[in-house]
Structure formats: structure tokens, C-alpha cells
């Protein structure tokens, strides 16, 4: 073996060390920063929550394992679609009254992504969005030239201003969009299921159940 071969395989060994070295580093740091970053993601969702029907209202997840009767019958339905966007819902109420519903939704195209939560009133109207995240390159002009604008519309104006994508990041509006779009239908239950579940289900009944976020005066 001459010289040169020698060099060469010493070189590819050192830089075959020196790569599955860096390889174990970002996957300890991952492994690391992965439950901060999903604690992290739980308080923000929880915060964001807490806006939009208020603090001393209880946020039920729909999941087909509830204890709640309804909630349980919902998230059967939920579970049943195939969605693009819609991630969670819950229905928020205080003590036995049902205030209206939450969806939380994420998108993503070439230019970022969205996670938001959009809110639902019990009759089908939309109300307010609530940003968790927004890594879209025109952020800004997304934010101030239409989440905002948007909020900023009146009950019977929301959905001409959701259809006003024309704001300096027309992708990521409609984006926003689709996912409205789409978790209003989820709410309204107007989309078809794959495998629906007959379900007995009681109204009255509206035991808490373990995914329910609560929130204190003052917190």
C-alpha cells in the first residue's frame, strides 16, 4: 500500500469519526431539547386557549376516550376524518353551559408554516384566530395585513374578510384559510366521516374528564 492510499484512508477514516460524532451530538441535543420544546408547545397552547373564551372557562378535548358522554360522541367524529389542517377541538364551557368551540389547526408550504387556534361559536360562526406560531417569511405582512384585519372584522364580516387573501403574503393567507375553512366544517360536523361509531349519547352528562384545561381567576 503506497503512501497516498495510505493518507486517503487515513483521512476518510478521521472524517468518517469526526461525521457519526456529530451525528450522536444532534441526536443527544434533540433528545435534550425535544420535551422542552412539547412543554413549551403545551403552555403556549394553554395560554393561547385561555384568550379566547376566557380563563375561567373549562377547555374539553375531543377524544374518544372522554368520560363526557358528548365529548366522547365528538371525538369519535373527529377521529373518523381524515384532516389536512386540524390538529385538536374542544368545546369550552362553564360549569354545565357549552360556550362555543376551538380548533386548532397548522399548515405549512414553502415559505413557513402557521399553528393556530380559530374560534367557533356553537350556531357555526367564526370567530377570532389566535396565533401559536407563525414562521411564514412574510410574517408581518400576513399578521397585519390579514390575521388582523380579520379579528378586526365584525361577526357578519369574517368570512369576506377570510376570503381577502390579498395581503402581501397571498400563499400564507390562503393557507390560514384552508385551514379556517376546515376546522369550521370539523365544528359543524359538516364534513363526512370515514367510520363512524353509533354512540348513546347523553347531553346532561358532562363529567370532566383528564384532558380538560382549567384555568383559576388570576392565573
Same mark, same amino acid.
Given at each position: ?13 478521521v #472524517? ?8 450522536l451530538l444532534v441526536?443527544?441535543t434533540?433528545a435534550?431539547t425535544?420535551p422542552? /420544546?412539547?412543554?413549551n ?8 386557549l385561555?384568550k &379566547? +373564551?376566557? @380563563? ?8 374518544s =376516550?372522554?368520560t363526557?358522554e358528548? /365529548?366522547?360522541?365528538?371525538? !369519535?367524529?373527529?377521529?373518523s376524518l381524515?384532516?389536512k +389542517? !386540524?390538529?385538536k &377541538? ?7 353551559e =357549552?360556550l362555543?368551540?376551538v380548533?386548532?389547526? +397548522?399548515?405549512?408550504n414553502g +415559505?413557513?408554516?402557521v399553528?393556530m387556534?380559530v374560534?367557533?361559536? #356553537? ?8 396565533i401559536?406560531? =407563525?414562521t411564514?417569511?412574510y410574517?408581518?405582512k400576513?399578521?397585519?395585513g390579514?390575521?388582523d384585519?380579520?379579528n378586526a372584522s @365584525? ?9 381577502? &387573501?390579498? %395581503?402581501?403574503?397571498?400563499?400564507a393567507?390562503?393557507l !390560514?384559510?384552508?385551514?379556517v375553512?376546515e376546522?369550521?366544517?370539523? %365544528?359543524?360536523k ?5 367510520? #363512524?361509531?353509533s354512540?348513546d &349519547?347523553s347531553l346532561?352528562n358532562?363529567e @370532566? ?5 382549567t384555568f383559576?381567576e388570576?392565573r
Amino acid at each position: 500500500m503506497n503512501e497516498f492510499t495510505k493518507n486517503l484512508l487515513k483521512t476518510s477514516s478521521v #472524517l468518517m469519526i469526526i461525521a457519526g460524532g456529530a451525528a450522536l451530538l444532534v441526536g443527544a441535543t434533540n433528545a435534550l431539547t425535544a420535551p422542552v /420544546i412539547e412543554q413549551n408547545n403545551i403552555i403556549k397552547e394553554k395560554t393561547m386557549l385561555s384568550k &379566547v +373564551y376566557g @380563563e375561567t372557562a373549562d377547555y374539553l378535548e375531543w377524544k374518544s =376516550d372522554s368520560t363526557d358522554e358528548k /365529548i366522547k360522541a365528538d371525538g !369519535v367524529y373527529l377521529e373518523s376524518l381524515s384532516l389536512k +389542517y !386540524v390538529t385538536k &377541538v374542544w368545546t369550552a364551557r362553564n360549569g354545565s353551559e =357549552d360556550l362555543g368551540y376551538v380548533a386548532r389547526f +397548522y399548515g405549512k408550504n414553502g +415559505y413557513g408554516d402557521v399553528d393556530m387556534l380559530v374560534q367557533v361559536s #356553537l350556531e357555526g360562526s367564526l370567530g377570532n384566530l389566535f396565533i401559536i406560531s =407563525d414562521t411564514m417569511s412574510y410574517k408581518a405582512k400576513l399578521e397585519s395585513g390579514y390575521i388582523d384585519p380579520y379579528n378586526a372584522s @365584525e361577526k357578519d364580516g369574517k368570512e369576506a374578510a377570510l376570503n381577502d &387573501v390579498k %395581503c402581501g403574503a397571498t400563499f400564507a393567507a390562503k393557507l !390560514v384559510r384552508n385551514g379556517v375553512q376546515e376546522a369550521l366544517k370539523v %365544528c359543524t360536523k359538516t364534513l363526512s366521516s370515514t367510520a #363512524l361509531v353509533s354512540l348513546d &349519547v347523553s347531553l346532561s352528562n358532562h363529567e @370532566e374528564q383528564t384532558m380538560t384545561y382549567t384555568f383559576a381567576e388570576g392565573r
